[in-house]
C-alpha cells in the first residue's frame, strides 16, 4: 500500500461547513467537508508521493494505460483515427521519465500495441519515442467490447503490482455493442478499486449513461470531445492531471456514534458523485468511501447523517471525518479530521438557518438534475415537462454563478428571464450541444468567497 514521502509530503487538510443547531427532535444534520491537499508538488518532473519503501521501484509510483477505440466506426470520417492518434502521441509526450505505461487498441478485443510483451514500458526519450512509432498499428476495424480494453488494462497494471498510483485514459466514438451489459459490469466489478480512469466520447454516437457508469465505477472523470481536432488538447490535459497525482487510495472515513447512521456521501466539488453505496466498513460505527488519487487539489464532499433525537440543550458529536491512507502492515494513517456536530435549541432563528455552503450544493445537485430530466423529457417528446426543468436550471445555475453550464443552456434554450427561469427551446438544436449539456451537467462551482 501507499504512503506519503517522508522527504516532502502533501498535507491534507479537513475543513468542515455546516449549522450545527437543529430544532427541538430533529435528527438530520447535514455538512459540506472540504478536503485540500497541497505542498507536495513535483520537482524535476517527478512526484514526490511515494510506496512504502519496501515496494518502491526505480521506475517510479506511477503508471498510466492509454486505451484508444480503433473499431470500424473510428475511420468515419478518417480524420477521427488520425486525430487519435495525434492525441495518443501528444499524451505520450506528457508521460514524465519514471513513470510506466503501456498503449492498448480496443475493438471486441484488446491489443496492447506498446510494449506489446503484457507489460508495461518505462518512460524515457527513447520508449517515448518507440511508442509513438507504435501507433501506426492503430487502425480502425473491428466491433466495440469495452469490457475487453479495462481487462486488458488491470492485467497491465498487475504486471507491476508494487506500483501504487494506477490510471487509464479511455477514448471511444461508439456504442459497446459486441458486449452484454452485464459482461461488462463483471469486469468493472473485479477492476474497480485497481485503477481510476477517465473517459472521453469523441463525436456524439456513444452512450453517456455507459460512460459515466465506467467513469464513476473507476472515480475518473467523463466528457464530450465533439469534433476530433480537439482530442489532441483534451489528452495533454488528462495527462498532465494524471501526472500530478502523487498519493492513492485515499479514503473518507466516516465514524458514527451509536444509533446515528450515515444517510449519505456525496462528492459535491469539481463534478457529483454519489459515494453512499461504496462504503467499505472500517470497524465499529465506521465506514470508508474511496476518493481515489489526489494531486495539489481541493475537493468538497456533502455528508449527511442521522442522530437519534434529542430535546433542547442537548448536544453530541454527530460524526467524525478523517482521511486516511491504508499502509503495507493493515494500519491505516490519518492524515487530516474534523468534526462534525448536533446542537439542539429553541432559537427558531438558529435552527432554521442553512448553512451556505449546504445550500449551495444542494442547489447545484438540483441543477444536474434538472438538466438530465429535461434533455431526457425532450428527447422523448415531452416539451411542457423539458422547458420546465431547463427553465429550472437556467434559474438554479443564474442564482449559484454557474457560469459555464448557464452557457452551454444558452445553446439549447433561449433565454428570456434568467431570474425566473423562462425559457423557450431553441430550433435546430444541434446533437453536440445537447450531449455537451447532458455530459457536463455534473460539473459545478464552489461556494462564492
Known amino acids: 500500500m501507499a504512503k506519503l514521502s517522508k522527504s516532502n509530503p502533501p498535507t491534507f487538510n479537513t475543513d468542515i461547513f455546516q449549522n450545527e443547531y437543529l430544532a427541538d427532535g430533529a435528527r438530520e444534520v447535514n455538512a459540506i467537508v472540504t478536503v485540500t491537499s497541497t505542498g507536495g508538488g513535483t520537482t524535476g518532473g517527478r512526484p514526490l508521493g511515494s510506496l512504502d519503501a519496501a515496494a518502491a521501484a526505480p521506475s517510479g509510483d506511477s503508471a498510466v494505460v492509454i486505451m484508444v477505440d480503433c473499431s470500424g466506426s473510428m475511420d468515419y470520417p478518417p480524420t477521427k483515427m488520425r486525430n487519435a492518434r495525434d492525441a495518443t502521441a501528444v499524451a505520450i509526450d506528457t508521460i514524465r521519465d519514471g513513470v510506466a505505461f503501456a498503449v492498448v487498441a480496443g475493438t471486441h478485443e484488446a491489443k496492447d500495441i506498446y510494449p506489446g510483451d503484457g507489460t508495461l514500458a518505462v518512460a524515457d526519450d527513447r520508449t517515448r519515442e518507440a511508442a509513438k512509432q507504435s501507433l501506426r498499428k492503430l487502425s480502425a476495424g473491428g466491433g466495440t467490447a469495452i469490457g475487453t480494453w479495462l481487462d486488458k488494462a488491470d492485467k497491465l497494471f498487475l504486471s507491476r503490482r508494487e506500483i501504487a498510483i494506477r490510471h487509464g485514459i479511455l477514448l471511444t466514438d461508439g456504442r459497446n455493442e459486441h458486449e452484454k451489459p452485464e459482461d461488462l459490469q463483471r469486469v468493472l466489478d473485479r477492476v474497480t478499486g ?3 480512469s477517465d473517459c472521453r466520447g469523441v463525436g456524439t454516437d456513444w452512450e453517456l449513461p455507459e460512460l459515466r457508469r465506467i ?4 472515480l475518473g472523470t467523463v466528457d464530450i470531445v465533439a469534433e476530433p481536432s480537439g482530442l489532441a488538447e483534451d489528452f495533454r490535459g488528462m495527462m498532465a492531471t494524471a501526472m500530478s497525482k502523487q498519493v492513492a487510495d485515499v479514503a473518507l472515513r466516516i465514524w458514527t456514534p451509536a444509533n446515528a447512521s450515515v444517510k449519505f456521501v456525496k462528492q459535491v466539488a469539481p463534478d457529483l458523485e454519489d459515494l453512499t453505496g461504496r462504503r467499505a466498513e472500517a470497524g465499529p460505527r465506521a465506514g470508508d468511501y474511496p476518493t481515489g488519487s489526489w494531486g495539489d487539489e481541493s475537493r468538497d464532499y456533502h455528508v449527511c447523517v442521522e442522530v437519534p433525537s434529542a430535546g433542547v440543550g442537548n448536544e453530541m458529536l ?11 502492515d493493515g494500519s491505516t494513517e490519518v492524515l487530516s479530521q474534523g468534526l462534525v456536530k448536533a446542537v439542539w435549541t429553541d432559537d427558531l432563528a438558529s435552527s432554521t438557518r442553512i448553512s451556505p455552503q449546504v445550500a449551495h450544493y444542494t442547489g447545484q445537485a438540483e441543477l444536474a438534475e434538472s438538466i438530465q430530466v429535461g434533455l431526457e423529457a425532450h428527447r422523448a417528446g415531452d416539451l411542457d415537462l423539458a422547458t420546465a426543468k431547463l427553465g429550472a436550471a437556467v434559474r438554479l445555475a443564474h442564482q449559484t454563478g454557474n457560469e459555464g453550464t448557464y452557457r452551454l443552456l444558452q445553446k439549447v434554450v433561449d433565454v428570456v428571464d434568467p431570474k425566473e427561469g423562462t425559457v423557450r427551446f431553441r430550433k ?10 447532458d455530459t457536463r451537467s455534473t460539473k459545478t462551482v464552489r461556494v462564492k468567497k
Open 194 to 196: 485497481h485503477f481510476t
Open 318 to 328: 454527530a460524526a467524525r471525518i478523517s482521511l486516511v491512507l491504508p499502509q503495507a
Open 215 to 218: 467513469s464513476s465505477a473507476l
Open 428 to 437: 435546430d438544436v444541434s446533437e453536440a450541444d445537447s450531449m455537451t449539456l
